[in-house]
């Protein structure tokens, strides 16, 4: 199993959570309210929270879960489930394989789910 996590700028209070369900890997990261996320798993999930700025995630065989994100998104899991709640901007979420779930969002969204 292969996590990477790539952060830029730091100023104050959200979440990224990257790790694996049953394998007791994973990594929780408080960074900055004001905060740019790029996260990639293969086999694990991503959960981002209270970010306002740029989300770019994605994941083979984990799910995505994006809290109260405000900014740019652009999220992609292959063979698990994406869920936004409460997000505002520009979004491109895609799901192969997986469930999508959209609540609470305003702004300009592209979902699409091919399973």
């Not at 770019?56 to 292959?78: H, K, N, Y």
């Not at 192969?96 to 609470?104: A, R």
Request: proline fraction near 2%; hydrophobic fraction near 35%.
């Amino acid at each position: 199993m292969e996590t990477r996590l790539q952060l830029e700028q730091s100023i104050r209070g959200g979440l990224v959570q990257l790790g694996r369900t049953g394998v007791g890997v994973s990594f929780t990261v408080p960074v900055p309210a004001h905060f740019s996320v790029k996260a990639s798993t293969s086999g694990g999930d991503i959960e981002v929270a209270d970010i306002f700025g740029v989300g770019d995630g994605r994941t083979i065989g984990g799910d995505i879960e994006l809290v109260r994100i405000e900014g740019r998104v652009d999220a992609v899991a292959s063979g698990g489930d994406i869920e936004v709640q409460a997000g505002r901007g520009k979004m491109s979420v895609s799901t192969s394989g997986g469930d999508g779930h959209l609540e609470y969002v305003d702004g300009i969204v592209n979902a699409s789910t091919s399973g």
